[in-house]
């Protein structure tokens, strides 16, 4: 008899496997991972799927939006730009917060959810998932939204460090 398996068991193995990417990034580039390392990653394709070029540019982002990937072509093959706001051009350490976050879109699409961006993070970061967070969100209030919200990857689940002024 076959075993049947369920979206639920789907979800354990993209968050397994979310993680394990994560740690593999932090085992290459270890948990410093800065600017020139976000240049190194984006290029290699074992670890970011398609071509992603970063760019500073808030004309296609939502207000209080951080980043967001803009696919190239019709194909994802064609790549995406990673558009950044310039807010963070001044702080190019930090833009591997927000731009790991977002990768979780590029390389699983329409099945990643905000929890899988932040395990993911987390992970390439070598940080906790609620460290992490806690960074995201005092970047996202550098914007003056107050609200993670439309920077979250997914929509708004709660705030697990409660201190980006989502409640």
């Known amino acids: 008899m076959a075993i049947q398996l369920t ?3 789907a979800k354990t193995s ?21 600017w020139k390392e976000l ?6 394709r074992t670890l970011v799927r398609y071509p992603v070029e970063v760019v500073f540019d808030a004309a296609q982002l939502n207000p209080g939006e951080f980043a967001h990937p803009v696919p ?4 994802p093959e064609d790549g995406f730009l990673m558009c950044v706001h310039p ?3 001044t702080q190019l350490q930090r833009v591997p917060y927000l731009v790991l976050y977002q990768l979780v879109a590029v390389n699983y699409g329409e099945f990643a959810a905000a929890d899988d961006a932040e395990t993911f993070g987390a992970a390439a970061l070598g940080l906790s998932r609620d460290d992490y967070y806690a ?11 107050g609200d993670l919200t439309v920077a979250r990857l997914g929509g ?3 705030c697990a460090s409660g201190g980006c002024g989502c409640h």
């Open 39 to 44: 240049e190194l990653l984006i290029e290699d």
């Open 72 to 75: 190239k072509g019709d194909r």
């Open 156 to 158: 708004h689940d709660g």
């Open 7 to 9: 979206a639920a068991d």
């Open 87 to 89: 807010l963070y051009m």
């Open 14 to 34: 993209l968050t397994g496997h979310v993680f394990s990417k994560g740690e593999e990034i932090c085992a290459r580039f270890g948990p410093g991972l800065g």
């Open 135 to 145: 960074e995201l969100c005092e970047l996202a209030d550098q914007l003056g939204v």
